[in-house]
C-alpha cells in the first residue's frame, strides 16, 4: 500500500505541472478583481458572445431541455456581448420551454463534494415572480443514488414573490428556509453564485449576491434522508413556473459557470475568497479568450422531475472509494482510477519497499 501511494504521489506530481499550465492559460483569458482565479476547477464556463443571434441552447455541450431558449443579440452582462433569453407564456408551467437544464456532471459527484455554480440573471422592471407555492424554482441541483439509480430530488433555492429566496433539501426535512437580503432586481444586471457541499449530516448551502455572501446554512443533510451515497447529476434552472406562469415573460442570464471539487477531481487551488473567507467563483468574467471545458463525463438523460411527493426507500451502500489497480506493462506502471475514469501512465519504476 505504501509502494502504491508513493506511486500515485509521483504520478499527480506530474498531473500538476499539466495543471500549471492549464491555469496559466486560463488566466489569459479570464479577468477576476481579486487576481486570484484559477480556472481549473471551472468545468463549464459560457458567456453566449461567441453563437450566432438565435441559437438553440439546446445544441450546445450539456445543456437541453429548453425548447424556447436561445442566445440572443441583446443585455450581455454588464451592457456587452450577448446573453441567453428563455421566454414563458402566460398559464404555461414551462417544462422543456423555460429556463435550461445541464446534464454534464463528473460522475461521482457526492458526499464530500461541493458545487458552485454562478450565473447574472436580468429580468424586466415589470416581470412577476408569483407562482401558487410560494417561490418560483430556479437554482435547483438535482441528485439521484448511484445504486439503483433513485431520483433523490433536488437542492433548491427558490425565488419568492417578494424577489428574496428561500432554500429547501427535498427528500429531507422538506422545511423552508429563508435566504432574504438577495432581493432579486428588476431591470438590471444581478450576479448570483450558489455552492452546495454534499453531506448528510454537515452539509451547507450558500448564496452570494454580486460577489457578496448573503447567507451560509451549514449542519444541515444536503443528500437526503435515508441514503448518503446520492450524487448530482444536473442544474436545473427555472425549469418549472409552479401553477403556471401569470403572464407571458421572458429573462435573460449571462455569464454561467461550474465548478466542482469532488468526484474525483485533484485540482485543489481554488478560484476567488468572499470577505467571509469562503471559497466561491466570485465576479471573475472572461474576454476574448475563452478556456474549453474540462474533460466534463457525457451527459446523463435527464429523469423527468418527480414532485413534490417522494417515496421512502431503503438506505443502499456507502459510495465506492477510488480503487487504484496497478499492473506492469511494457516495463512502465499503469494506475487505473476508475472513478473518474482516467488512465494514468508512468517511466516510473516499482520500488519494492
Ligand atoms: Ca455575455
Redesign the pocket.
Same mark, same amino acid.
Given at each position: 500500500m505504501r509502494l502504491l501511494t508513493g506511486l500515485v504521489a509521483t504520478l499527480l506530481l506530474s498531473c500538476s505541472v499539466q495543471g500549471a499550465n492549464d491555469m496559466a492559460q486560463a488566466k489569459a483569458g479570464f479577468k477576476t478583481k481579486a487576481g486570484s482565479t484559477n480556472l481549473s476547477k471551472i468545468i463549464r464556463y459560457e458567456?453566449?458572445?461567441d453563437y450566432e443571434s438565435g441559437t438553440k441552447l439546446s445544441t450546445l455541450p450539456g445543456f437541453s431541455a429548453c425548447a424556447n431558449t436561445s442566445v440572443v443579440d441583446k443585455l @450581455?452582462?454588464a451592457g @456587452? @456581448?450577448?446573453?441567453l433569453r428563455t421566454w414563458i407564456a402566460a398559464g404555461d408551467e414551462g417544462w422543456g420551454r423555460f429556463g435550461f437544464e445541464y446534464t454534464a456532471i463528473p460522475k461521482g459527484v457526492s458526499t464530500g463534494s461541493t458545487i458552485w455554480w454562478r450565473q447574472a440573471f436580468w429580468v424586466p422592471a415589470d416581470f412577476n415572480f408569483r407562482t401558487n407555492s410560494g417561490s418560483l424554482k430556479w437554482f435547483r441541483i438535482g441528485r439521484r443514488t448511484i445504486q439503483g439509480d433513485k431520483n433523490r430530488g433536488c437542492t433548491e433555492l427558490q425565488l419568492k414573490a417578494d424577489g428574496n429566496w428561500r432554500s429547501l433539501v427535498e427528500y429531507d426535512h422538506d422545511q423552508w428556509t429563508n435566504f432574504d437580503g438577495a432581493k432579486m432586481p428588476r431591470g438590471t444586471w444581478a450576479m448570483y453564485e450558489k455552492s452546495v457541499f454534499f453531506h448528510p449530516t454537515e452539509g451547507s448551502i450558500t448564496l452570494w449576491k454580486d460577489g457578496k455572501l448573503v447567507k451560509k446554512q451549514t449542519g444541515i443533510n444536503t443528500i437526503g434522508s435515508g441514503v448518503n451515497t446520492a450524487q448530482v447529476t444536473r442544474l436545473l434552472f427555472s425549469t418549472y413556473f409552479n401553477g403556471g406562469s401569470p403572464k407571458t415573460q421572458e429573462a435573460y442570464t449571462?455569464?454561467f459557470a461550474l465548478a466542482i471539487d469532488g468526484g474525483g477531481r485533484k485540482d485543489s487551488v481554488f478560484l476567488d475568497t468572499d470577505a467571509q473567507g469562503n471559497k466561491f467563483i466570485g465576479m471573475a468574467t472572461a474576454d476574448q479568450t475563452l478556456p474549453p471545458p474540462i474533460d466534463p463525463d457525457p451527459p446523463i438523460d435527464p429523469p423527468p422531475i418527480i414532485d413534490p411527493e417522494p417515496p421512502v426507500e431503503p438506505p443502499v451502500e456507502p459510495p465506492g472509494v477510488i480503487e487504484d489497480a496497478i499492473t506492469l506493462a511494457h516495463g512502465k506502471t499503469v494506475v487505473h482510477i476508475r472513478e473518474d475514469e482516467v488512465l494514468i501512465t508512468s517511466d516510473k519504476p516499482i520500488i519494492q519497499g
Open positions: 458567456n453566449f458572445d @450581455g452582462y @456587452g @456581448g450577448k446573453s449571462d455569464e
